[in-house]
RNA sequence: UGGGAUGUGGCCAAGCGGUUAAGGCACGGGACUUUGACUCCCGCAUCGUAGGUUCGAUCCCUACCAUCCCAGCCA
């Protein structure tokens, strides 16, 4: 599939922090390790069942981050074994996130489905060996003798059927001659078992549901315990990452690999999942969210999920250094989301467009410049970026300032605009506010001041400190627009431990719109990707859904660090 | 006396018998500043608890405590 329009690929050389997993592929790779020799191998086994969020992304760093520290390769698969789940819309939303973090599975894109027979062929080899046996215990019969936790199972009657009793009915629960749920194949294994994954674990299932790819070729589909070791074994993975609740799924991954006539002996390594504070990571959660109407949908710029960051403008490579810094161990643990916004802000100051916008406008009036003067005036267009070059600004006596950068009565330490204040027009003039003006109701609706001729570009001609800079836009060529700003989703930082349901601690505020804001003019053309830097604000992208040359909006990706804080009111 | 795993500062996370116990985030100071941004300085832990082994333990042993995962014909 062709690369995103900000595609930014991910290479070897982001991948240096070594983690535990790093430490056993070492041991493995040495002479006489399990590895010597080969190429490591790794996956990324989605489920196309719902859409990928960060959590995934996590995964997908260390599937893929894994292979290219070792020179190795990734494959991309889609663990399509339960058709009643699954659906071929979030295969294109899977395949179109991971590209966008930026990682390549070249011609590696594999379905679990198009190992349905070699699977079959396995489950037939458990049973010649006396390994596996066809069951005909109900669902809840099931449940009732598999024991507790604290208690052993019972063995099931059907255990004990001859190998050719299994092969004949296994065969003809493939042939379509049983109802779904009458009967299962079964690994023979153990009932006692502390291990409850052990206790006779079911590895087929007859369920007539039309897969997206075999159609209704099956009526029987394997199990994830079951499918998952050989469609690594099959791919001759080396390495099968996964997350911890799949610890004690390795015995019985073990178990099949070594039972089955396969190619090749993966090794699964567990690793803990990501959590971030102020919000829900669970498919389960996240769906509920978009259901009930809290969020707009699963790319909600306020979502973790991936099209939700990649809509609010994070960046591939901030969320790939992200997971670098995170690290990878089995502790688990809950990031602060500011590590998140810390790793965008750091990429985005390197490489965002500087501009100006005013989110909350009142006018500013310099009533000594000419009443139908103009000017142009050069802007840097990115201070840590010398090859950035520069931007024309028009500039009037009309301008609109930002609310907030001007108070009647300042409180201490505020240096913007207030009556008898200096203060420096960034990239224009130094002005000195002489008065203001209300409406009816009270509220300041103009600012007064005079400018100083000789300060054009900014600097004082005697060298005096002007303590504020403030941001503004001329009114004459301003741009209209709607700006979204965010905030954290949830209250608490974290709504999975609080007591009642996440929705309970929904943020109000989560979403502020700025219907009325003014924008330089250079941002009159929607350019989608494009990242900016709106000065003093933070950083800005326009809306991948909703922007568009009529109606411009703007997403806040993050605000700027402010070690200022206005008292709010 | 079910099985599996984990416990290093507010949050992540190095450390693998001898270190002043890395680093990042957060936080608190300060410098610089035509973004109160960026950048730069400074500050910020005795390693779950209790014993033991050792000249010496965060690293080894024992016990205890705490937390997480497992009883889908989900993955």
Redesign the pocket.
């Known amino acids: 599939m062709p690369p995103p329009p900000d595609f930014q690929p991910a290479t070897a050389d982001e991948f240096t922090?070594?983690?535990?997993i790093d430490?056993i592929i070492d041991e493995e790779l040495a002479p006489g390790g399990r590895c010597y020799g080969k190429t490591v191998h790794t996956r990324f086994?989605?489920?196309p069942?719902g859409y990928l969020h960060i959590g995934h992304a996590k995964a997908i760093a260390i599937d893929f981050g894994t292979a290219l520290k070792y020179d190795g390769i990734c494959n991309l698969r889609m663990?399509?074994?339960?058709p009643?789940?699954?659906d071929i819309e979030y295969i294109t939303s899977i395949c179109e996130d991971v590209r966008w973090l930026g990682f390549d599975w070249e011609d590696r894109f594999y379905y679990?489905s198009d190992y349905f027979e070699r699977m079959y062929e396995c489950a037939e080899h458990l049973v010649l060996n006396g390994l596996a046996f066809v069951?005909?215990?109900?669902?809840?019969?099931?449940?009732e003798s598999?024991?507790?936790?604290?208690?052993?199972?019972t063995e099931s009657p059907w255990r004990n059927r001859s190998i050719e009793e299994n092969l004949d009915l296994f065969r003809r629960m493939r042939a379509g001659e049983f109802p779904?749920?009458?009967?299962?194949l079964r690994a023979k294994i153990d009932m006692a078992?502390?291990?409850?994954?052990m206790?006779d674990?079911?590895i087929y299932?007859?369920?007539r549901a039309t897969h997206h790819r075999t159609g209704n070729d099956w009526c029987i589909?394997?199990?994830?315990?079951f499918?998952?070791p050989l469609e690594d074994a099959f791919e001759a993975i080396t390495h099968s990452l996964c997350s911890?609740?799949?610890?004690?799924?390795?015995?019985l991954y073990d178990w099949f690999i070594e039972n089955c006539p396969v190619p090749h002996q993966p090794r699964q390594i567990?690793f803990?999942r990501l959590?971030l504070?102020n919000t829900v990571m669970s498919k389960r959660k996240l769906r509920i969210l978009v259901e009930n109407g809290s969020v707009s949908g699963w790319d909600d710029p306020r979502l973790p999920t991936i099209s939700g960051l990649r809509r609010r403008g994070f960046t591939p490579y901030s969320i790939r250094d992200f997971c670098n810094?995170?690290?990878?161990?089995?502790?688990?643990?809950?990031?602060?989301y500011?590590?998140l916004?810390?790793?965008l802000?750091?990429d985005l100051?390197?490489h965002a467009q500087?501009v100006m916008a005013v989110l909350d406008p009142i006018e500013l009036l310099i009533t000594n410049y000419p009443a139908d003067k103009t000017e142009i005036l050069p802007a840097e267009n990115?201070?840590?970026d010398a090859d950035a070059g520069e931007r024309d600004l028009s500039f009037s006596g009309r301008l609109w300032i930002e609310r907030d950068d001007f108070m009647i009565k300042p409180i201490p330490?505020?240096?913007?605009l207030y009556p008898g204040n200096e203060v420096?027009?960034?990239?224009?003039y130094i002005i000195r506010c002489t008065g203001y003006e209300t409406d009816d109701f009270g509220n300041v609706a103009r600012v007064l001041a005079e400018y100083e001729p000789a300060?054009?570009?900014?600097?004082?001609p005697d060298g005096r400190?002007?303590?504020?800079?403030?941001?503004w836009v001329d009114q004459n060529t301003a741009v209209d627009a709607e700006v979204r700003l965010y905030d954290n989703l949830f209250t608490v930082e974290s709504p999975d431990?609080a007591p009642g349901a996440p929705e309970d601690y929904l943020n109000p505020d989560s979403l502020t719109v700025r219907t009325n804001a003014k924008l330089e003019a250079s941002l009159a053309e929607p350019d989608y990707g494009k990242r900016y830097?709106?000065?003093?604000?933070g950083y800005f992208c326009h809306d991948n859904r909703d922007s568009c040359p009529d109606h411009i909006v703007f997403n806040r990706t993050v605000s700027?660090?402010?070690?200022?804080k206005?008292p709010t009111t």
């Open positions: 922090v070594r983690n535990f430490d086994p989605p489920e069942n663990d399509d074994t339960n009643v789940r699954e679990a069951c005909d215990q109900s669902a809840e019969e099931m449940r598999r024991g507790t936790l604290t208690e052993p199972g779904d749920g009458a009967r299962t078992s502390g291990n409850m994954n206790r674990p079911v299932r007859i369920a589909y394997p199990m994830y315990d499918a998952h911890l609740e799949f610890e004690d799924h390795r015995p567990e803990a959590n504070t810094r995170i690290g990878v161990s089995k502790v688990n643990s809950t990031v602060d500011r590590l916004e810390h790793c802000r750091e100051n390197a500087r990115n201070p840590e330490k505020y240096f913007r420096r027009l960034k990239h224009a300060s054009r570009g900014g600097a004082a400190r002007i303590r504020g800079t403030i941001h431990n830097q709106f000065l003093r604000l700027l660090r402010d070690s200022f206005l």
